[in-house]
């Protein structure tokens, strides 16, 4: 079974909104490389309206030469993106699929399929009903050294939900990737 992977950049506060903002400056290639290991281990993207709408607004014009790791907006742009809903009737990214009816079986469905893993950018509405009904496999938070003191918090009107740290990850800009398992 092919395993639902969150990763999610988030300020040391929690904050989560606009990554773009505070996340650059500690882009290294270290950085990059462990992006991009984790971009190539999916065969398929999972996202919910907002994170398609941003993804889809700036990767389609991106190349390695604008700062992406080697093959990395490449793959993404060509990749199956499977894309909840209720908002959107037409997505115009390449190889873009909007999710039709509901989202958990849909997703069981996704996960019973032979590949790779099924990576999620991002943590809310969508991440938080997947995790509550136990098909998200790890969380990954890129834990940055930055605090905004305002913001959308990653995990902001989640159940309690227990958490197995798996892995940590430190790179030398000071970003730590906690790799957690859900406990269901």
């Not at 999916?42 to 030469?65: H, K, N, Q």
């Not at 009904?133 to 309690?160: K, M, Q, S, T, Y």
Request: proline content about 4%.
């Amino acid at each position: 079974m092919r395993k639902v992977i969150v990763s999610v950049f988030v300020t040391l506060d929690g904050v989560q909104d606009d990554p773009h903002e505070w996340s650059l400056g500690h882009w290294t290639d270290e950085y990059g490389e462990y992006a991009r290991d984790q971009l190539f281990a999916a065969d398929a993207l999972l996202m919910g309206r907002v994170t398609y709408e941003g993804f889809a607004g700036s990767w389609p014009a991106m190349t390695s030469e604008d700062g992406a790791p080697e093959g990395f907006a490449d793959r993404i742009n060509t990749m199956p993106k499977y894309v909840a809903s209720t908002t959107l009737r037409e997505l115009g990214w390449t190889n873009s699929h909007l999710i039709e009816g509901d989202v958990v079986d849909a997703v069981r469905d996704l996960r019973r399929r032979p590949g790779g893993d099924v990576l999620m950018y991002g943590c809310g509405g969508l991440a938080r009903l997947l995790t509550r009904r136990g098909l998200v496999d790890e969380i990954r938070l890129w834990v940055h050294p930055v605090v905004l003191g305002r913001g959308e918090h990653v995990f902001a009107g989640w159940d309690e939900t227990p958490m197995r740290l798996l892995r940590t990850r430190t790179f030398a800009s000071g970003v730590v990737v906690l790799t957690h398992e859900p406990q269901r």
